[in-house]
């Protein structure tokens, strides 16, 4: 069974720097892709980047330039480094994997984090 691990949350101050690390544990044919995602309260869930199956990055408008994804395939794990931050990218920040275990597969599996806290004061 795959799932995530979320780590590297937490309160920092503004214009300061977190890396979140997101580890994947069970055995998978195929990575679609495998990414962020942060939802605050009250507000949808939505994509902050993600790097697809040909290991390209894909970053949400809010997210470029300041965020930057990258994973180490040998310890199957995706990290996010968040830069210049500021109070505007408070959320709970969620791991997530889209995946095949089979290659005659028709239908795509996805697993999600537990989520980890972001939080950014002034």
């Known amino acids: 069974q795959v799932q995530l691990e979320e780590s590297g949350g937490g309160l920092v101050q503004a214009g300061g720097s977190l890396r979140l690390s997101c580890a994947r544990s069970?055995?998978?044919?195929?990575?679609?892709?495998m990414g962020w995602y942060r939802q605050a309260p009250g507000k949808q869930r939505e994509l902050v980047a993600y790097i697809d199956a040909g290991g390209v990055s894909n970053d949400a408008d809010s997210a470029r330039g300041r965020f930057t994804i990258s994973r180490d395939n040998a310890k199957n794990t995706v990290y996010l480094q968040m830069n210049s931050l500021n109070t505007a990218v408070t959320s709970i920040y969620y791991c997530?994997?889209?995946?095949?275990?089979?290659?005659?597969?028709?239908?795509?599996?996805?697993?999600w984090g537990q989520g980890t806290q972001v939080t950014v004061s002034s």
């Open positions: 997530y994997v889209d995946f095949l275990t089979d290659p005659r597969e028709v239908r795509a599996g996805s697993s």
């Open positions: 069970g055995r998978v044919f195929q990575i679609n892709a």
